[in-house]
């Protein structure tokens, strides 16, 4: 069986802070493909970052950046200088596809900055 | 752009109904997804098609079945509605047939009560 752990329900920074939501993950298969999802208070879910399980390089984009172990199974995304417009609802989603598709997303993390 | 885009944004109906939700893409995507949404449980997926006519179940299939009788039109049909099917209900698409590897598509949701 497949799941995602998010284990931060909320968390509340002000602005500028350097933020950092964790995802573990757990699945036997060896190919496998991890992703972040932003969801705005307008509830529409966004798309941020795949990562396929053979490429454990680290990610930069612009303020967000993404660390990817495979050693502890986690998926960590950070935000740095956080600003008012992260404030949203972040997923943590695995998918694999021996034995049949399987797609889970984790419970989510619910960021608030304040101004 | 992707546009995912759903029936209804809020839907209240009662007890014992048969209620359709709707979902349309307009990318030419080869898969679709239904999920249901619930604080603290992230997304959970119902059904999905890779093709016409083809379904798969999810992780909660049990009183909701699907129909896709043409490429870009996906719908949910929950038989005889309950009380505890109230939840948001976003659907997705995804470009292609490796689906686990692409990200998904969303829809705004239907935030569905059922009384």
């Known amino acids: 069986a497949q799941k995602v752990t998010q284990a931060q329900t909320e968390i509340s920074v002000v602005e500028k802070e350097d933020v950092t939501l964790d995802c573990v993950y757990e699945t036997r298969d060896t190919t496998y493909y991890l992703f972040w999802y932003k969801q705005p208070p307008s509830g529409e879910l966004v798309f941020l970052i795949r990562r396929n399980s053979f490429d454990e390089q680290n990610e930069i984009s612009g303020r967000y950046s993404w660390n990817f172990q495979k050693s502890t199974s986690s998926f960590n995304f950070t935000i740095t200088a956080s600003q008012v417009v992260d404030s949203a609802v972040y997923f943590c989603a695995l998918s694999a596809s021996i034995g049949g598709q399987n797609f889970v997303f984790g419970p989510g993390t619910r960021l608030s900055v304040l101004p | 752009d992707v546009k995912v885009t759903q029936s209804s944004r809020y839907l209240v109906k009662r007890t014992g109904e048969k209620v359709f939700l709707e979902c349309v893409q307009d990318?030419?995507?080869?898969?679709m997804f239904w999920y249901r949404q619930d604080p603290g449980l992230g997304l959970r997926l119902i059904y999905f098609s890779y093709d016409v006519k083809m379904k798969e179940k999810g992780d909660i299939p049990e009183g909701y079945s699907v129909s896709r009788e043409k490429k870009e039109r996906f719908s949910l049909i929950l038989e005889s509605a309950s009380t505890n099917q109230t939840s948001m209900y976003l659907c997705a698409s995804s470009l292609t047939l490796a689906a686990s590897r692409d990200e998904q598509y969303f829809g705004p949701g239907t935030r569905l009560t059922v009384t």
């Open positions: 990318m030419d995507h080869e898969n």
